[in-house]
C-alpha cells in the first residue's frame, strides 16, 4: 500500500490509504478514510 492509494472498505465503500508516522523510527499506521 502506498499513500493516497484507494481500496475497497469492507469491500463496498471507497477509501484512500493514508500514513501517520510521528517520526522516522515510529512505525506509525496504515488507515483507510
Request: net charge negative; hydrophobic share 40%.
Amino acid at each position: 500500500m502506498k499513500i493516497g492509494d484507494h481500496i475497497l472498505a469492507d469491500g463496498k465503500h471507497p477509501a484512500t490509504i493514508c500514513y501517520f508516522g510521528l517520526v522516522d523510527n515510529h512505525p506509525g499506521e496504515w488507515i483507510g478514510i
